[in-house]
């Protein structure tokens, strides 16, 4: 079983399928290394896919407490897996609280991304709605502790953002939500209130993001409140991105819209690959991009 170390120790379980360019796949709070199955399968014809459990999702290792989690340490968890896995350069996709990680890899090793994709992230990251997601966040970790992950699972599984998986396909909805029930409860909390809840926000990192030269894909669903603002605000910073809204989508875009997320990532990916991905001149009007071939 292979397995990284992380510059505290921590070990981290990670899997690998496919050969090729490596693609980093990075998960979701209420997901882990399974959740990307069906981009795994596809694109595990062409790359290799490298998937990993985040530091308090068995098999990765639980910390007891919760001074071992944090987002910065997220950062560089990922960089551990692709230095186990000999990965100098990846591809790197990553959803919501793996979207946060993916984007921070870009900023802080640039060196180890070919290309990355960011999905619906931005949830707290407006700066007047900072307060209520650490409220939120500090709610929900509770309960985790005081109630465990399979009552959790519930109620968290029906969110505003997530019951679009369940209208689309309810037989992912139920593998997502006994995954989540079967999640260890103190690694969720200790996530909840290391990464989620003290993370910066994207608003305050927009200089640093205005000097992104890394390929980077936004996507976000339409129906995902928390995304929708901050993701504009992404593609608005970084001149090397581009945004696609997915219709009639919530939070899980990877499982509600398995081959249209594929596609997109796809093209994205063989456009970076063949050097045809460029970037928006600060100098022209807005919306308008230079150096991207479409023919």
Same mark, same amino acid.
């Given at each position: 079983?292979? +397995? &990284?170390? !992380?510059?505290?120790?921590?070990?981290?379980? *990670?899997?690998?399928?496919?050969?090729?360019?490596?693609?980093? %796949?990075?998960?979701?709070?209420?997901? $882990?290394?399974?959740? *990307?199955?069906?981009?795994?399968?596809? %694109?595990?014809?062409?790359?290799?896919?490298?998937? @990993?459990?985040?530091?308090?999702?068995?098999?990765?290792?639980?910390?007891?407490?919760?001074?071992?989690?944090?987002?910065?340490?997220?950062?560089?968890?990922?960089?551990?897996?692709?230095?186990?896995?000999?990965?100098?350069?990846? =591809?790197?996709?990553?959803?919501?609280?793996?979207? %946060?990680?993916?984007?921070?890899?870009?900023?802080?090793?640039?060196? +180890?991304?070919?290309?990355?994709?960011?999905?619906?992230?931005? @949830?707290? !990251?407006?700066?007047?709605?900072? $307060?209520?997601? +650490?409220?939120?966040?500090?709610?929900? !970790?509770?309960?985790?502790?005081?109630?465990?992950?399979?009552?959790?699972?519930?109620? @968290?599984?029906?969110?505003? /953002?997530?019951?679009?998986?369940?209208?689309?396909?309810?037989?992912? *909805?139920?593998? %997502?939500?006994? /995954?989540? /029930?079967? =999640?260890?409860?103190?690694?969720?909390?200790?996530?909840?209130?290391?990464?989620?809840?003290?993370?910066?926000?994207?608003?305050?990192?927009?200089?640093?993001?205005?000097?992104?030269?890394?390929?980077?894909?936004?996507? !976000?669903?339409?129906?995902?409140?928390?995304?929708?603002? &901050?993701?504009?605000?992404?593609?608005?910073?970084?001149?090397?991105?581009?945004?696609?809204?997915?219709?009639?989508?919530?939070?899980?875009?990877?499982?509600?819209?398995?081959?249209?997320?594929?596609?997109?990532?796809?093209?994205?990916?063989?456009?970076?690959?063949?050097?045809? *991905?460029?970037? +928006?001149?600060?100098?022209?009007?807005?919306?308008?991009?230079?150096?991207?071939?479409?023919?």
């Amino acid at each position: 079983m292979p +397995r &990284a170390t !992380a510059s505290d120790g921590v070990g981290l379980h *990670w899997e690998e399928s496919g050969s090729g360019t490596p693609i980093l %796949f990075v998960h979701e709070f209420a997901g $882990d290394h399974r959740s *990307w199955a069906p981009q795994v399968r596809h %694109f595990a014809k062409s790359h290799r896919c490298i998937t @990993y459990a985040a530091r308090g999702y068995p098999p990765s290792d639980v910390p007891r407490d919760v001074s071992s989690y944090a987002q910065a340490l997220a950062v560089e968890d990922a960089d551990s897996v692709l230095d186990a896995a000999r990965a100098g350069k990846a =591809h790197v996709v990553g959803l919501s609280m793996g979207g %946060f990680a993916t984007l921070h890899l870009v900023l802080t090793h640039p060196d +180890r991304v070919l290309s990355a994709v960011v999905g619906g992230v931005g @949830y707290g !990251a407006q700066p007047e709605k900072q $307060d209520q997601f +650490r409220k939120e966040s500090n709610a929900i !970790a509770d309960a985790f502790q005081s109630q465990g992950s399979a009552v959790v699972a519930e109620s @968290y599984a029906v969110g505003p /953002a997530r019951v679009q998986l369940q209208n689309k396909n309810p037989e992912a *909805w139920r593998e %997502f939500k006994d /995954a989540l /029930a079967q =999640h260890d409860a103190t690694g969720a909390a200790n996530t909840m209130l290391g990464v989620q809840a003290t993370r910066p926000s994207l608003y305050a990192m927009q200089e640093q993001l205005r000097v992104v030269r890394t390929p980077v894909l936004i996507l !976000a669903g339409d129906e995902d409140e928390g995304s929708l603002e &901050a993701s504009l605000m992404l593609k608005r910073a970084i001149p090397t991105s581009a945004l696609l809204i997915l219709p009639r989508t919530g939070h899980t875009l990877n499982l509600e819209e398995p081959e249209l997320f594929n596609a997109t990532v796809e093209r994205f990916m063989a456009a970076v690959e063949n050097g045809e *991905w460029g970037t +928006r001149d600060p100098r022209a009007t807005a919306g308008s991009i230079t150096g991207v071939r479409t023919s």
